[in-house]
Structures are given as C-alpha cells and as structure tokens.
C-alpha cells in the first residue's frame, strides 16, 4: 500500500491564483481530513470528509473548498490564493471502524503564496 | 469542547538522559489520546494512542505515556534519549468519531 499520497510537494503561487491539492489514499478509510500547519502551531483542520459525496467544515475552512466523489481522492481547492493561506497542508485518512482507529498522515504539501 | 495543552514548547535534554513531554487534556467524555512526531520536512508519524484500555501505553521507539484521569493529563516519556529523537511532538485529543484536535507541539531538542 502506498498509504496516503499527496502532490505537489512544494508550490508557489501569486496572489489570487488558484490550484488544487491532491490528495489520494489506497486503504479504502472512509474518513479523510485536511489540515494546515503554521509556524509553531499544531495542526488545523480545514475539511473533513465522511465518506463519498459527504464533507465538513472544520476550524478554519475559508477560503478553501473540497469535493470528495470517490473514497480514494479527496482534493482541496483554493480559489483566489492570498498570503494568509501560506502553510504546510496535510492530508490524513483514518477508519473509525478499525479497532487500531489510526489517522494516517500524507508527506504534505509547501505551499507559498507571493 | 475538547482541548489540549502541551506545556511546554521546547524541551532540551542531554543524549543518555530521560524525556518527559507534558500534555493536559480537557474532554467532557472519556477521549481518545495520541502523540504524534514530525521529524523535520516529514510528515507525522502515530507514536502511540490511549483509547480506554491499559493506563499505561506502549509506543514506537521506546517511548511510553500514562493517562491519568484524575489529572486530565497524558505525559510523554522515555528513559533515555537518543540523538534520533529530536523532533516536533504532538498531543493529540478526539472522542469517538469527532476530528482530532491538536495542541501546538513541543519541540525536543537532543544534546550529544
């Protein structure tokens, strides 16, 4: 198993740009999160999903969106990039169903916003 | 609501000395407990999780903590410390099926 697979690993962007982040888990968890981690902080939640066709806000959801219409992939959408969102993202999946109930976490994604 | 307070930012220890990471919970319901580290550019990576059994957990690479309910806290420790754990450490507090929610991290630097 590739476990949980995220891209790009690092991005720049300019003020207002959009992009998508991916993130992609081959363990068939219905759960998946996304997070951002700033400087000297813990992590945020952004998003979270429970299952295909089903997602949540989280702490700090705006200016972010997501889509989840396969239990694989759970992309995260930024639409007009400002330097607010410059952070490190993690994606995470995790099966409350399994006695272990571990969330496991992608290698993340640098993002710059300039 | 849930919370978790690592008390301490920064840790230094000295290589061969014991660790201790503290961290205090607030939950209205029995939680489930974590600590995760970050090695530096990496991803987090599960240490070891408390989820209603034994008091007294058993992690990765040494590392041990105890949940103690009558002090809402779950302390990291290891007997002695290794040049490889230097890392970000992470408390981590959910219940049931609620998302996991964070404290700020403690940094632990190791001193050869």
């Known amino acids: 198993n590739a476990g949980v697979t995220q891209t790009p690993k690092f991005r720049i962007l300019k003020i207002g740009q959009s992009m998508t982040l991916q993130c992609a888990q081959d363990m068939n968890h219905n759960y998946m999160y996304w997070y951002r981690q700033d400087p000297g902080m813990g992590l945020k939640l952004i998003y979270y999903s429970v299952g295909a066709g089903i997602t949540d806000k989280g702490e700090v959801p705006n200016g972010y969106n997501v889509s989840r219409s396969t239990t694989e992939d759970f992309p995260l959408r930024l639409e007009l990039a400002a330097p607010s969102q410059t952070s490190v993202y993690f994606c995470a999946s995790r099966n409350p169903d399994s006695f272990v109930d571990t969330q496991y976490f992608g290698p993340g994604t640098r993002l710059t916003v300039l | 609501a849930q919370s978790v307070t690592q008390l301490d930012s920064h840790v230094s220890v000295s290589e061969g000395t014991p660790v201790l990471l503290r961290c205090n919970y607030s939950?209205?319901?029995?939680?489930?407990l974590f600590w995760y580290v970050q090695h530096p550019n990496k991803g987090l990576q599960l240490l070891l999780k408390y989820t209603s059994a034994a008091t007294l957990v058993k992690g990765i690479n040494g590392f041990e903590a105890e949940f103690k309910k009558s002090e809402t806290s779950f302390h990291l420790t290891k007997p002695s410390a290794h040049m490889s754990d230097a890392a970000e450490y992470f408390c981590?507090?959910?219940?049931?099926?609620?998302?996991?929610?964070f404290g700020k991290g403690t940094r632990l630097s190791v001193i050869a």
């Open positions: 981590v507090v959910s219940f049931q099926n609620t998302p996991l929610v």
């Open positions: 939950s209205s319901y029995s939680p489930s």
